[in-house]
């Protein structure tokens, strides 16, 4: 199913061309209330209350270390990580869920999206982006750090390159929180020219959906929302590390893309402000 206007080619991914080699605008169409969506993508209800989350005890902490040790050897372990389960891990992803990084239902497993969530607090907090849960993301997690919204009304989207961070706006108040891979602003070849894998800064409107894989000529691209002339677009992919990674979309994870579609977080004529 594709919504709205057609794009031009581009670097994240060219429009198709229709048969006999012109390129055909894709027809226009209602979008559907609720698409059909990966039940792993369905949003919980938000938790009444959150427990409180807290660093080890200073007075468990092993003696210094002799001067001579090298620093990797006496750096402070990692609270939580991928992997981890358990009543701890429940709280993180209620905490989490209460100030809006979304990682669907919290279930006390360290899961990808709930990685993913942490990067997002990481982002918000101009903390380093790994996924692990130290001290720093612990006082973050208190402080109860949430990203500001630059745009004051109506419906909007916001890219923050920089921090790693897609939010969802409504009247100016933040709704949910995404980690997303951007442009690496690196150049590449494609078919003998050279491109700029820029994430391009600016106002724009969305222009294009489309529901289902889309292939183009520089890989597949799941339900993408296109926002820029050039075919760039926020859409899901299999992986979006903690870096830049992509030709010039901002790519989330899958079951983030479903709830996207979902709730319709970005619909046709909408705002996008990438910063």
Do not use: K, N
Not at 172 to 193: A, E, K, M, N
């Amino acid at each position: 199913m594709v919504v709205g206007a057609a794009v031009a080619a581009s670097a994240c991914a060219p429009a198709e061309a229709a048969a006999g080699g012109a390129a055909a605008p894709p027809a226009v169409v209602e979008a559907p209330a609720s698409p059909s969506a990966d039940p792993s993508a369905t949003p919980a209800a938000e938790p009444a209350a959150a427990p409180q989350l807290a660093a080890p005890s200073s007075s468990s902490e092993p003696a210094a270390q002799p001067a001579a040790q090298p620093a990797a050897e006496v750096a402070a372990p990692q609270v939580l990580r991928p992997g981890d389960r358990g009543p701890a891990v429940l709280a993180l992803q209620q905490r989490l869920s209460d100030l809006g990084y979304w990682l669907g239902a919290p279930d006390g497993s360290y899961g990808d999206l709930t990685s993913q969530a942490v990067m997002a607090l990481q982002g918000a907090a101009d903390l380093r982006r790994d996924g692990l849960v130290g001290p720093a993301v612990l006082a973050a997690l208190d402080s109860g750090v949430r990203p500001s919204a630059t745009t004051s009304t109506g419906r909007a989207t916001e890219v923050d390159r920089e921090r790693g961070l897609v939010l969802f706006v409504l009247d100016g108040q933040v709704q949910l929180v995404l980690h997303t891979s951007t442009g690496t602003f690196q150049r590449y070849t494609h078919d003998g020219r050279s491109y700029l894998a820029d994430t391009p800064a600016g106002t724009f409107r969305v222009t294009r959906a489309v529901d289902g894989w889309r292939e183009g000529d520089l890989g597949r691209l799941y339900r993408p929302r296109y926002f820029h002339p050039d075919g760039i677009a926020v859409h899901g992919y299999g992986s979006v590390p903690a870096h830049p990674a992509s030709h010039g979309c901002a790519r989330v994870s899958l079951p983030a893309m479903d709830l996207v579609w979902q709730r319709d977080l970005m619909p046709v004529g909408s705002t996008v402000v990438v910063r």
